[in-house]
């Protein structure tokens, strides 16, 4: 009986799966008309976002969840790019249904609403300078500082949205902040971060472009980054010059997106330029594996991991759990996404950020038998090993299902392609070689 209950229930998760995934044949192509369907699940999300800075709609944020969540998954995962070169696009949806999903939970578990660090009730401050004769605090209200005021729902909205580091708020608290480097002046930061996003569109342009010259890596079918009919040094110089490229093109698009979305929120919205300090603090100094994921790497989707698998996680096995399942959920948060390819479920990227906590515990392990904090020399060196040599199993498996070979960069807007690469080609025609035969040789 309990077999039969068991498959039952398989049954029935199994449809509603495909109720909201749907098989890749199954999905409908994206055209231009029903383009304007992917803006949709970010209405509901906004209305989400709106109450969660209101006080008491604890209740209407429950009710409203399901659908919030359904919408986003039911449809980045329905509506589908069937040209080869736009797969990746089913991709960056898969992340964001998953991103609105977990942004959703967070507005919705959390009773009293998203808050601030000084307040008491959204939108209400707690005045640490007024003090009642009983020694209580007395609260004020907050009021938002729009562009324009009318605006200023959209704008409460839109801040706990793209607030994905909590900064300035209570779930954000302990978070590692980056110094700034950039002048707070509100037109001199404007454009020192046109020029940021400037130079990492370059980085990732030329990044992306060299990653294409590989054969089979560079094409919208993919291949693997390790070339069997290279020689082993040449073999696994490449896969390694691939996988740095990779996570160097991942840095590079962080940041450019970032800058994107800062210039939008200080020119358009009004936000403050103290509100949006970098969102990297160089990550190739790391000198041990907490530095590099705690502080040097970024943490923008760090509540989202948390909401994926920490909370839970912590439920269960206290801060040991926390930080087994937070990498679970990071692990899960990048292998559902690159599901929308329709290549399948690859268990080697769960399993490497899943590595990830055994890691850090022999950082600590070795911390309490030695007296010594990894760090210096020999931990950058670590870092890099645990980093560079054992992800890049991770860079292969995207790579293997098209990751290098989407467009990412027209081609017409590609300085790499339209003058650097020809450039170095015409450089290397007198000596009769190729780029890639240039950089790790030939066989």
Partial sequence: MWLRIYLKCQCIVHDVFRVLVP??????????????????????LIYMGYLARRPDTFTLRLLLLPLVVTVAVG?????????????????????????????????????????????????????????????????????????????????????????????????????HVPREE???????????????????????????SLIKLVPDVGTPHGGTIFRAELPFFYRYALSTAIHVATGSCILAAFELVYD?????????????????????????????????WSKRWH????????????????????????????????????????YALGRGFDTIVP????????????EKAWYKCTGCRVGGLHGRLWVYFCVII??????????RRGLGGGLMVPPSLSPARQFIIPFIRHCLNGIGTDILEFIVGST
């Avoid at 950039?182 to 992306?208: H, K």
């Avoid at 200080?266 to 590099?292: E, K, N, T």
């Avoid at 698998?309 to 679970?328: D, N, R």
């Avoid at 054992?390 to 790579?399: A, E, I, R, V």
Wanted: proline fraction near 7%.
């Fill in 390 to 399: 054992l992800g890049q199993p991770l860079s292969n498996s995207w790579h």
């Fill in 75 to 175: 449809t980045y995962f329905r509506f589908m790019w069937t040209e080869p070169h736009q797969n990746i696009y089913n991709w960056a949806q898969g992340l964001l249904a998953e991103a609105i999903s977990a942004k959703a939970i967070d507005f919705a578990w959390r009773k009293e609403g998203i808050l601030k660090i000084d307040e008491v009730r959204p939108g209400v401050a707690r005045n640490p300078d007024a003090v009642k004769a009983n020694g209580d605090a007395h609260a004020k209200p907050v009021t938002s500082d729009p562009a324009t005021p009318a605006l200023a729902w959209l704008y409460d909205a839109l801040e706990v949205i793209l607030s994905h580091r909590g900064l300035g708020w209570k779930f954000g608290i302990g978070i």
């Fill in 182 to 208: 950039r002048s707070l002046e509100r037109n001199s930061f404007l454009f020192a971060t046109l020029m940021s996003f400037v130079g990492n569109y370059m980085i990732f342009d030329l990044l992306e």
């Fill in 260 to 292: 994107l979305i800062t210039i939008f929120a200080v020119l358009l919205l009004g936000s403050s330029p103290s509100a949006w300090p970098p969102v990297l603090d160089h990550p190739w100094r790391s000198d041990s594996l907490h530095i590099f």
């Fill in 299 to 338: 943490q923008i989707l760090r509540e989202i991991f948390f909401v994926f698998g920490g909370f839970f996680g912590k439920v269960i096995a206290g801060k040991f759990g926390m930080l087994f399942g937070t990498f679970i959920g990071s692990g899960l948060y990048h292998e559902f996404a690159a």
């Fill in 23 to 44: 098989e890749p044949h199954e999905r409908i192509p994206i055209t231009g008309i029903n383009t304007l369907y992917l803006l949709f699940p970010l209405l509901p």
């Fill in 351 to 362: 399993l490497f950020f899943m590595l990830q906590a055994p890691l850090l515990l022999c």
